[in-house]
């Protein structure tokens, strides 16, 4: 049995320059996946104009089957605003894409189960789309279109906490967060409604610093030397 911490490593490398939301919803969406016996691996995060350009040639000018409707510049993965993803085999190494594979054996086939998991965060499901699915693709569009984020456009601050609290929300209690200095873990934190929470002491401590409490005045005293 593969553990949470393999099956996030996986996709560690392919999360650099998502939108911060896009971000906080994928690590959730990993540990959702996971908690349901699916683990998964992001195969795509943010894509240049120019690789969603040589996509857009496959299966057109170029070998290989149409993978992608859209040009570049055209794609939410453009903006960090998208993912996909691949079922992680038991092996820890092979990928599925087999949209009706039902590998913890609940009669609902996986990609389903994930596709749920990811609209309960926010996500906007490629297999729901009626031309052209797209079973791997989740995005959050934030109500933009591709020419206005072309254009520069980008989620307002409001969107961005109403987004970061349905992320936090959908599981009814806050997200368990790993605070790690210089590499090491120094103890648990929640991240809850856009905010990382952990102990003062741990981390300060671990900083060198003494912690002391003053109930009279209920203030928490940190000193460095
Ligand atoms: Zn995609």
């Known amino acids: 049995m593969l553990t949470l911490d393999q099956v996030k490593s996986k996709s560690a ?26 683990p998964i691996m992001i195969t795509q995060g ?14 057109r ?54 596709a749920e998991e990811g609209k309960k965060l926010g996500f906007t499901w490629g297999g729901d789309w009626t031309s052209f699915k797209d079973y791997s693709h989740l995005e959050m569009t934030f109500g933009l ?22 992320i936090n929300g959908g599981s009814g209690q806050a997200d368990e967060l790993t605070i790690s ?13 856009g905010t990382t929470m952990a102990p003062v002491r741990a981390v300060a401590e671990a900083l060198g610093a003494k912690v002391t409490y003053d109930p009279l005045t209920r203030t928490v005293n940190i000193t460095t030397a």
């Not at 149409?66 to 691949?86: C, E, K, M, P, Q």
Request: hydrophobic fraction near 35%; glycine fraction near 10%.
């Open 181 to 193: 200095l210089n590499g090491r873990k120094i103890t648990a934190g929640i991240l809850e409604n």
């Open 61 to 114: 000018t170029k070998k290989g089957p149409i993978v992608t409707n859209v040009r570049g510049g055209s794609s939410y993965h453009n903006y960090g605003l998208a993912i996909d993803f691949a079922l992680l085999l038991p092996d820890g190494k092979t990928l599925s894409w087999d949209e009706r594979r039902d590998g913890d054996n609940d009669k609902v086939a996986d990609y389903r189960e994930v």
């Open 13 to 38: 490398g392919r999360l650099g320059d998502l939108h911060p939301v896009v971000l906080t919803a994928t690590g959730a969406l990993l540990q959702r996946s996971y908690a349901r016996g699916i």
């Open 46 to 59: 943010r894509r240049t104009i120019a690789e969603q350009n040589e996509l857009y040639a496959q299966g």
């Open 145 to 166: 279109t591709t020419a206005q984020l072309r254009a520069g456009r980008q989620p307002t601050a409001q969107q961005v906490k109403d987004a970061l609290a349905v």
